[in-house]
């Protein structure tokens, strides 16, 4: 997207204009994974460049500056991400939820995070003129990849920002940054949207079983529609068979079938499940998964309260190590095995 945004994101956008007159040289948009964060935050970066910006703050779409940044090479203008993403359209690289595709072109796997390299590479940048007499723009997503030196590389940038800089970060825990880094943003939260819009944008864009797969990744469109275009459902079946019925046997069998699986995916997949049997205990109601009502009704009505909120409690700090175990398949036993305990 160039210059227009999500339908959701109609009322966030309005509120950041408020912001120009006064931009922060640092803002960090946050949110759930699978809204169009890095869509919203790159349609803004291409309107702070505008020679020509439209009154609502939208890119012109036709100026020089339009041109250079429709085709990736403006040069007040730099993208921030990881090796993993950069053969992947700006988008929603910042939503994959740690899942990466290994090309055929290289043997290693492309790294996920943001390296100190990477911050490094922008001092040249930050320390010349700009082209136009305009600002420089850095956009860097997902924020929570830089790993520590980077960080640590980007917190010195933030506390001496240089002049006529503005840096546009996306997150989807901020949980997961530094507290400095925090503490030099302007934090500009990007809701979720509710599920009739999610719904109605989806079906809009041809999407068939939108509800299911809408409700499967917890109300984020984009999410949503990256699942339904792969259109396979095979190993979110398995693991959910699984947790319907949990056995010590069946939960080694599944974790030696899904190691190869990200980790991050199926932790998402399992608190989700935890929180629709939670629902169920308390309010009779299921919001992800209600093709498993029956399933989840039957797990609700012999897991003790403890227990549960102890198993919500585990997969929530599973989630901060999913993306670098030690090792995939003695984290998916380890993950399937208390969460059969908890049923026994």
Known sequence: MSNSIYPWQESSWQQLQLLRQRMPHAILFHGAAGIGKSDFIEAFAQGLLCEAVLPDGHACGVCASCGWFSQQNHPDYRRVR??????????????????????????????KEIKIEQIRNLSDFMNISTHRQGLRVVVLYPAEALNMPASNALLKTLEEPPPGTVFLLASNSLDRLLPTILSRCRKFALPMPNHAEAL???????????????REQGGAPLAAMAQAEVGNRDDLEVLLQLLARPSVEGALKVADKL??????????????????????????????????????????????????LAAIKGANERRATADHPLSPKLFLEDMLLDYTACCA
């Open 200 to 214: 109605a944008w989806l079906k809009a864009q041809g999407v068939p079983d939108a509800d299911s797969w809408l």
């Open 259 to 308: 190691q190869k699986v990200p980790l991050s995916a199926q932790v998402s997949w399992v608190q989700r499940w935890l929180y629709d049997v939670f629902s169920y205990k308390l309010a009779g109601s299921v919001r992800y998964y209600p093709r498993y009502q029956k399933e989840l009704a039957a797990v609700a009505d012999k897991i003790h309260v403890s227990r549960l």
């Open 82 to 111: 990881p090796e993993a993403l950069e053969d992947e359209p700006s988008g929603e690289g910042e939503e994959g939820d740690g899942e990466v595709k290994k090309t055929a072109k290289s043997a290693k796997a492309p790294s």
